[in-house]
């Protein structure tokens, strides 16, 4: 399974909901995530990319759509 793949579940997880959404569109604005979901989804990427996302960059904007999810990732790495 790819990363998009990989992102692309583990937002279905946390928003409850099978999904597919387009690699630009807002998650938030379209109610898939909120700013209490936006942590449970930050923990999912922490254990399946076995990475540490500091609080400093828990801001919607960093991860408001796949593609921005996929690219912060990639920095990370």
Known sequence: MDKQSK?????????????????DESLFESGLLDS??????????????????????LNPRKFDSVARIQAYLESRA
């Open 7 to 23: 992102i692309i579940e583990i937002i279905g997880r946390v928003a409850g909901q099978k999904i597919a959404p387009a690699p």
């Open 36 to 57: 209490f979901t936006l942590t449970d989804m930050v923990t999912a990427l922490e254990a399946e990319f076995a990475i540490r996302i500091p609080d400093s960059d």
